[in-house]
């Protein structure tokens, strides 16, 4: 599974422009994600913005795109549970680009309300799916036929269990590359029942499948295992990513081979073209705080009761 992702959010829009967003596609996309992310975040600290301005003035039509970049935060370590925003690519030839929040809300949810705290229905918002069936369950089928997009991490974290206690791995591309990550999307249109409005929001989940060797070994949470066995994200190569977003075709038998293909393409990512390092806590710990979301959180630690040769020989 992915429940923790290492996003740095300008370089998501740096490579949407590389890869030929227009102009309006990047500001759309920029004034999304300030509206989503940075706005909520000025409410509780008033002062981060820089330059300081006060905060009953706070315009999105007075900052220039770039200045609005520049204050986007970097997710060292994100939550998905918390349901961050990123880019998302929805069309590789005609390069097509949009503003998602992590956790795929199901199309029978109503209200801003209902799709967080249905946790009796988890289905109704997941962060991840699984690639094998997406096109035999209700909640995803339709969705994997015709909107499926990929979203670009610096890495993810995954955690190693031995005897009770939980120890983080960052993993990432062995090269420093980003992580092309397959995925699927709605388009939800929920109540915000404070308000009375509509909100309109894209939701994604990260497709995975059967874990590689060594994935296999650092995820093994025996809960998960015994539910689904290890698992991992669908890490697509750059040359795959066009083939993944072909866009869905009217004919029942064309659809077949569609299916066909995607599900071809959703294999365990090379265990030799990933770096693997044991990395800080993501969460407190009794008298071993996390470093919280900064660039300290991603680099190497080695735990000193951890057997790694179990993991790595």
């Not at 939550?79 to 998602?100: L, W």
């Not at 995607?262 to 993501?282: D, K």
Request: charged share 30%; glycine share 4%.
């Amino acid at each position: 599974m992915c429940y923790d992702a290492e996003a740095k959010l300008t370089r998501q829009i740096k490579d949407a422009i590389h890869e030929g967003a227009s102009d309006d596609e990047v500001e759309h996309m920029v004034r999304k994600l300030w509206e989503l992310i940075i706005e909520k975040e000025l409410e509780r600290d008033p002062d981060r913005l820089r330059p300081k301005v006060d905060p009953d003035t706070l315009d999105p039509d007075k900052f220039s795109v770039d200045e609005m970049i520049a204050e986007l935060p970097e997710y060292h370590h994100v939550n998905g549970h918390t349901h961050p925003s990123f880019i998302m690519m929805t069309d590789f030839k005609k390069p097509r680009f949009a503003v998602a929040e992590w956790g795929f809300v199901h199309k029978s949810c109503e209200t801003i309300h209902e799709s967080y705290t249905s946790f009796d229905q988890p289905w109704m918002n997941s962060l991840n799916a699984q690639s094998e069936t997406i096109f035999d369950k209700p909640t995803f089928a339709e969705a994997a036929l015709r909107r499926r997009c990929v979203v670009t991490l610096d890495a993810f974290y995954e955690h190693y269990h031995q005897k009770g206690t939980t120890f983080p791995f960052r993993i990432s591309h062995v090269e420093g590359k980003p992580l092309y990550v397959a995925s699927i999307f709605n388009k939800n249109q929920l109540l915000d029942e404070s308000s009375g409005e509509l909100v309109r929001k894209n939701t994604v989940a990260f497709l995975t499948c059967k874990a590689n060797d060594i994935m296999s070994k650092i995820h093994n949470n025996p809960k998960v295992l015994a539910r689904t066995g290890p698992r991992m994200p669908v890490i697509l190569n750059y040359d795959q990513i066009e083939a993944y977003l072909e866009p869905c075709p009217k004919g029942l038998v064309e659809q077949e081979l569609l299916k066909s293909k995607i599900q071809a393409l959703c294999q365990s990512y090379t265990e030799e073209m990933l770096e693997y390092r044991s990395v800080r806590n993501l969460v407190d710990r009794k008298g071993n705080p996390t470093p919280g979301n900064v660039q300290e959180i991603t680099e190497p630690y080695e735990w000193p009761n951890l057997d790694y040769e179990k993991i790595f020989c």
